[in-house]
Structures are given as C-alpha cells and as structure tokens.
Nanobody
C-alpha cells in the first residue's frame, strides 16, 4: 500500500521560496503509468491542482503557477519535491502530495507571513 508524507517548513516569509518534499513508501515513483501530484487547499477554499511529475519524469504545471513553480524528484530517495517562489499570504494553504489523484498524503499546513 502506497503511503505519501509531506515535509517542510510550516512558516515561510513573503517573497521567499516555499519548499516541500513528499516521501513515498510502498511504491516506487518510477513505476510506470503513475502520476505524482501536488495539490493545495487554501483556508475556506477548494482544492487547487498545482502540478505533476509522471513516472517517466514528464512534468506539467498549472498554467496559473507556471512562472513560480518547480517540481523535481530524487529517485534514489523515492521523493518528489515542490518549490514555489515569491510567495505571498495568498499561498497559505494545506499542501498535499497525491498519487494518481487517488492516494493522498495527510497534508502539511504552510503559512506565509512575516
């Protein structure tokens, strides 16, 4: 059974870069035909899909975030990561890593505040 666990700072200052890592267990992130996603949910709002890295390394971003987002992976650690630059308080959200939009991490709260 695949498990996903987000980790990273819970507080980021405005204009800085938010960095999160998703550690995967129970499955390899390079196993074919799977997508590894980042999704976030701001307080009181719906889910926002941020981007994906596929098992073959293909990456695609939500166009609304494309100028600020970067997703990468470390196959030796079975992890994939999110970086979001130039954050503002509007980036405050619960951030989740998700496989195939069916297996979800528990989420991690990130607050952007000075």
């Amino acid at each position: 059974q695949v498990q996903l666990q987000e980790s990273g700072p819970g507080l980021v200052k405005p204009s800085q870069t938010l960095s999160l890592t998703c550690t995967v267990s129970g499955a390899s992130i390079t196993t074919s035909y799977h997508s590894w996603n980042w999704i976030r949910q701001p307080p009181g709002k719906g889910l926002e899909w941020m981007g994906v890295i596929a098992s073959d390394g293909f990456i695609y971003y939500n166009p609304s975030l494309a100028s600020r987002i970067s997703i990468s992976r470390d196959t030796s650690k079975n992890q994939f990561s999110l970086q979001l630059s130039d954050v503002t308080p509007e980036d405050t959200a619960v951030y989740l890593c998700v496989r195939d939009l069916s297996s979800w991490g528990q989420g991690t709260q990130v607050t952007v505040s000075s």
